[in-house]
């Protein structure tokens, strides 16, 4: 489970003054279903998320990740998250199956644990043709999978997904998509920023619509619709925001 | 497995990989002293040779002449002074030698003969068989004199009463190789530096750069230590490099080509107590170069700003470097403040090391001086390494 209660964070710009990046946001994520975060780009989305996954710490509020507060035991809020991203960030002289053990290794897995997490993960993602491959010759579908059995490997209860198919042309989005999909039916929280309403439509449980660091509406993808008075979740998301971004 | 080893083993593992690394750090200072000794070996072999001094005289083969010859120098006939001139200003000659005509004949009477000699003195090669022609002429000159005062019956204690008697004041446990001990401990400490400068602005700066950081710092490891790992695997990086260096001297040693003989005269210069004494020196010296190093590349946006940072840092490393080529000449290579400049500390007591002078006091002054700049350069790149807007910017 994952929740924020006013969580926030406030920097200061030498150029802009102080911002808040996030401002007071409260909201929860729970097994077994995924969390939308829906915003335009600099909406706060990927901010809060490093809230969460404990690289940056929050100005105010609070945040609990998986029961361990995200500033006070961000030890073992890093053992219970997986993250990915649209970046896949591998280690381009390392070999497929090296990157992947190496992320088991540091999350603190056993020999035998490794073994059978790396057995599961490469007949799962398909990656015996390619795991020993540095992961610099890789396709980026490839790549995208071997992100996907890094994210995995250690089992994490809760996952987060920070734009994961930025980029990533059709077969590849759907191969992330029915990745989170399944996260979910294995109960995971998931918790899944994106700013493509389609992907919104047809993954989340429930939505949250983050415009300049606050919320500003949540619900299903239904009620938000309902709310804005329009038949389309763009539509809806246009009513809420858009005319106020494009303003901008 | 300690997340400091997994990450540790990843870095080494990646760096051996990294084709960068094994040319500039790993072979390169190996290849590059090769090939500075073959350089100075062929400059002392030739350049020290009589043999190949070479010597134009205007149409004559008198006795000096022969003598030229007998002391293995190359003699070559000229048609006249004008010409010699011509062939020194085009290079094409680098002494002429004009004699006159009855030279032997006056030699034979003790009379005083003119030799005109033509060199350029902007010119080394040329000043140097100037230098050889110089040495026979005066060794001439000596002999002739001595048969003058024989005949005369006057003694050479009488016409040179004073005698001066020198001994050699042993300082070192050794004499030590001397053309070794000019360059090698500059080098050995400047591949330290150079060495990891190959490979630091990826470590950090290149990894905020490919996302790469963010992942591991989502792990459930310290920041303290992924920093610390990144220390270690930098300076395994620079030991290696510094020593790939001395690895070279012993190689080039044991290969025993004619054309570094001259080099290997007095032997490596390096014996196993001096090498304990520069491995002592180093370890602290490489963890000042690989601390500062990490420090400018977390401090970095991305690999190139790390990149125009560390060029600056290296001046100022290549600084007290250079110094300690010339401080040793001078008497500042044995004052007690030099033991407390970092980098110049370093390559001063490897020098003093080789040469088998052994200052326990001024070795330990050294290591503790350059430990603790490490130290504290090391908390500041801890200290970056916890800050968020440092870490997370590019």
Redesign the interface.
Known sequence: MVRTVDIAKH?TDPKRGVVKAVDGVTLEAHPGKILGLLGANGAGKTTLL?ML?????PTGGSAIVNDFDVVKDP??V??S?G?M?N?T???G??KAK?MIE??G????LSEERLKERWEFVREKLDLSEFEDR?CDKLSTGQKQRVSIA?TILHDPPVLFFDEPTAGLDVLASQGVMEFIEDSRDAGKTVVFSTHIMSEVERLCDHVVVIHDGRIRTEGTVETIKAEAGATSLEMAFLNLIGHEAVAK | ?N?IK??YL?EV??ML??KRVRQSAVFGPMFMIMMFMVLFGFLFSTIGEKSNVKVHVVKADNSMVQKMRAAGMDVEQVESLGKGRAMVRDGKARVVLQFEKDYDKKLAVHEPTKIQALFNPSEQVSQIAMANVRELLDKANEENRNALLTAKGISLDQAEPLHISTEEVKVGQNKGNEILIGFLPYLIVIWAFYGGMSIVSDLVAGEKE???L?????????RYQVALCKFYALSSVCLVSSMSSVAGVYIMAALHLPITKKLFEQGVGVTPQAAGVILLVMAPTVALFASIMLAVSTYARNAREAQSYLTLVSFVVLMPAISSQFIGFTDAGSSRWVNFVPVLNAANTIRQSMFGKFDWSGIFITVAVSLAIALVAMRVAVTLFNR??VL?RV
């Open positions: 920097f490093r996954s404990t690289v940056i710490q030890q073992k890093r053992a998250i993250f991203s970046s960030a591998l280690y002289r390392l090296e190496y992320f290794q540091l999350n603190g540095l890094r | 497995m997340p997994v990450i990843k593992r990646e990989r990294d490919k996302n790469t963010e992942t591991l710092l989502i792990a459930p490891v310290k968020e807007q997370t």
